[in-house]
């Protein structure tokens, strides 16, 4: 890979890495959030899953709307609206203004998550095309590995709102080096709203977005509320809790690191096998939670599952859309995903105040185990058949 795409891909790669850490922010301070505003955990569930449902609902309107924008602006405005709203999240007092600013923060994260991969594939070769989207997952663990840990730190030592500061300060020095050394990126702006029963009439990419949104709602079904689950179930350590989420970020990167070697030779296994270990693991947590050590392994083999299964099933959709449909098919592929997290934080609420914190391994584990038998059965076997990219 030449240095320019390299560069290119860092500075993409450094924007996945704040909008992650801001995404999985509440999760990590979920009880601080809780305890200074004086709401429940299924309030701050409720704010990620509104969020998540936002995310959703915009994607597709957005990127209808910005279609004939030029790359490297939309990212522009995707960031600067992604700092301004968090220095409103900094300064909540309340839990009003926190939904609110955190509905804003979800205005430019629909932007940025449906535009961010398709730019990844364009500014590198098309042999590259697993190497970027590899790229863009190890942003995503780099955010769990580094920026929930940090930011959990952070909001530990001198208060969670100024965890939300930070993230406005990088996202404005990410505005600077998007100005300085990234790349203007055609945006050939053919793929109209009038086209889109084309990806509607897509049987493969609607197999793919619904075993995305089924493995995406068992995911978050358990994630949403990992913290509290290892404090209140598992009973251990604050400091323990930061590992475990250490850990998630660790197989996150190794994950994506193994997609871009691998993916191309093993697509079949490296698409289902993550379903299969992810249904297991989250069965696993409910029964050894009482063993400090298998909670972390437990939390490496699920991080590892979500970033290897999401970085795979991002190819397939990208390998089966239109040629100049891509940005809409990320769009598509990006609220799929965050109605999945919706929808999951939900029912992990439901699961907690109906039946206990105790058993959201159980209930999620069963909804990925539906997951990995839609995977096996049907869905990945046609799709990479019909691939743009053939194997080699």
Known sequence: MQKRELVNLSCLVAGVFIFNMSEFTPTGLMTSICSDLNVSESDIGLIISVYAWLVAILAIPLMTLLKDLEYRRLLLMAVFLFAVFH????LSDSYTLLFASRMGVAVSHAIFWSSVVAIAVKVVSEEHRSIAIGSVSVGTAVALILGMPIGRAIGLAVGWRMTFIV???LAFVLMALLLTIFPKVDNPGTFTISRFPEIFANRILLGVYLLLFVFMMGFYEFYSYLEPFLKQVAGISDSAVSLAMILFGVAGIAAGGCFARFYDRYRYYYTVTPCILAFISLYLI???CEYEIAMFVLSFIIGFSMTSFTSALQSVNIGNSP?????MATAMFSAVFNIGIAVGTMIGGYVIDDVGIGMIGNAGGSILLL???VAIA????AALKRDRKPAP
Do not use: H
């Open 378 to 381: 049907a869905v990945i076997p």
């Open 371 to 373: 997951a990995a038998l």
């Open 323 to 327: 040629e100049d449909g891509s940005t």
């Open 286 to 288: 409910g029964f050894l």
């Open 167 to 169: 993230l406005a300060l």
């Open 87 to 90: 220095v409103m999240t900094g």
